[in-house]
C-alpha cells in the first residue's frame, strides 16, 4: 500500500482513470491494526486497485470531505469520484472487506 501524505498527491491519485482504492486509518487505531493484520492477501487478489494509506490525522480535510467518520474504512475513486465506500463498522474482518470489493466489482 503506498502512502499519501499531501492533499496534493491524494488529488493527483483519485484524479486518476484507474480505480484506487484509499484506506483511511490512523497509528492509535485497534481496528486498523487488526486490519493490517488480514489486509495483505486482499490487496494481492484484488489487484485490479492501486491500494493507498492516508493517516486521517495526516489529511483530516480529506477525511472529513469524503465523510470517513470511522477508521479503517476503504474508499474507491476513479475519476476523481468516489465509487464506493467501506465504513469502518463494516471493516472489521476480511470477509466483510471481501464482500464490500465483490459487490463493487465492474
Same mark, same amino acid.
Given at each position: ?24 486509518? *490512523? ?56 465509487? *464506493?465506500?467501506?465504513?469502518? *463498522? ?15 466489482? *465492474?
Amino acid at each position: 500500500m503506498k502512502p499519501i501524505t499531501t492533499v496534493e498527491e491524494f488529488n493527483e491519485v483519485i484524479s486518476g482513470n484507474s480505480k484506487a482504492l484509499v484506506k483511511f486509518q *490512523a497509528g492509535w487505531c485497534p481496528d486498523c491494526r487488526r486490519m493490517d493484520m488480514f489486509i495483505d492477501p486482499i490487496v494481492e487478489k484484488y489487484d485490479s486497485y492501486t491500494w493507498y494509506d492516508v493517516d486521517r490525522d495526516v489529511l483530516p480535510e480529506i477525511a472529513e470531505k469524503y465523510e470517513v467518520m470511522g477508521i479503517p474504512s476503504l474508499l474507491i475513486f476513479q475519476n476523481g469520484e468516489k465509487q *464506493a465506500h467501506l465504513h469502518s *463498522a463494516n471493516a472489521k474482518s476480511p470477509e466483510q472487506v471481501t464482500d464490500f470489493l465483490e459487490s463493487v466489482k *465492474a
